[in-house]
């Protein structure tokens, strides 16, 4: 992704939603839900994919 290694860090915690130093399935899955269902804009989901627009 040729990312700086401050943002490739940052990505990494904000995506390991359970901190076990591990980037899992689970943890891709709940930030997909998260995009859909959590309107909060510092979840992962809305971090990583940015705001739904509306119809």
Not at 17 to 30: P, S
Not at 36 to 41: E, Q, T, V
Request: charged letters at 30%; zero cysteines.
């Amino acid at each position: 992704m040729n990312l700086p290694e401050p943002d490739a860090q940052e990505a990494f915690r904000r995506l390991d939603g359970d901190a076990d130093g591990f980037i899992t399935t689970d943890d891709l899955l709940e930030a997909i839900r998260e995009y859909y269902f959590d309107d909060a804009p510092g979840s992962a989901g809305s971090w990583l994919l940015g705001p739904l627009e509306s119809a």
